[in-house]
């Protein structure tokens, strides 16, 4: 059974960087999935933040790109967020997934089947 | 503002049935394959269904996916309480290279 597992510090303040880890338990992270993750402000709906492949391949939120930064570490079987210049408007629960995709003529995201129980962080001084 | 457009909410008695929609473009949902996801109070959200129309295992029968042309629809039947959820569709947008998710359904079973 597939398990994904976020950590990192609830408390960031307010121009520092957001850092995650979701670690993948069931299921090696060298395999034909994508890595995800996908955020959630308080009371809002949900917003994709970008996608990384094992090959350190990177898909970005056009409008978080100029901020984020993903990585895989398959030595540890798992991946990370860094989200920088944060401010209030990025508080969130933060949740990893695994993507279901195809990298042929374009890019395109068919699904997120396993999800992360979410993590919250809090931007503030 | 969401790219996808899905009704805030939507409400019925338990046994009945209930649709939710979700309307997008040819950038999207015309062009790509959607899927849902069930939030339950508190916790992440569930992939309910896939590629359009198709249910992961586990999921029961009584929830359906379609689409056509640049809309699609949750249905639900047999409503139960533990239904009550918020229920999101997603899918690629290719003109903006980007996973987009509709703006949410929140489920009340009166």
């Known amino acids: 059974q597939v398990q994904l597992q976020e950590s990192g510090p609830g408390l960031v303040k307010p121009s520092e960087t957001l850092s995650l880890t979701c670690a993948v338990s069931g299921y090696s992270i060298i395999s034909p999935y994508y890595w995800a993750w996908i955020r959630q402000p308080p009371g809002k709906g949900l917003e994709w933040i970008g996608t990384v492949y094992q090959t350190g391949s990177t898909y970005y939120n056009p409008s978080l790109k100029s901020r984020v930064t993903m990585s895989v570490d398959s030595s540890k079987n798992q991946f990370s967020l860094r989200l920088r210049s944060v401010t209030a408007a990025d508080t969130a629960v933060y949740y990893c997934?695994?993507?279901?995709?195809?990298?042929?003529?374009?890019?395109?995201?068919?699904?997120?089947?396993?999800w992360g129980q979410g993590t919250q962080v809090t931007v503030s001084s | 503002q969401s790219v996808l457009t899905q009704p805030p909410s939507v409400s019925a008695a338990p046994g009945q049935k209930v649709t939710i929609s979700c309307s997008g473009s040819s950038s999207n949902i015309g062009n790509n394959y959607v899927s849902w996801y069930q939030q339950l109070p508190g916790t992440a959200p569930k992939l309910l269904i896939y590629?359009?129309?198709k249910r992961p295992s586990g999921i029961p029968d009584r929830f359906s996916g379609s689409k056509s042309g640049t809309s699609a629809t949750l249905g639900i039947t047999g409503l139960q309480t533990g239904d009550e959820a918020d229920y999101y569709c997603g899918t690629w947008d290719s003109s903006l290279s980007s996973w987009v998710f509709g703006g949410g359904t929140k489920l009340a079973v009166l």
């Open positions: 997934a695994r993507g279901i995709a195809t990298d042929g003529l374009q890019f395109n995201i068919y699904y997120f089947d396993y």
């Open positions: 590629e359009n129309n």
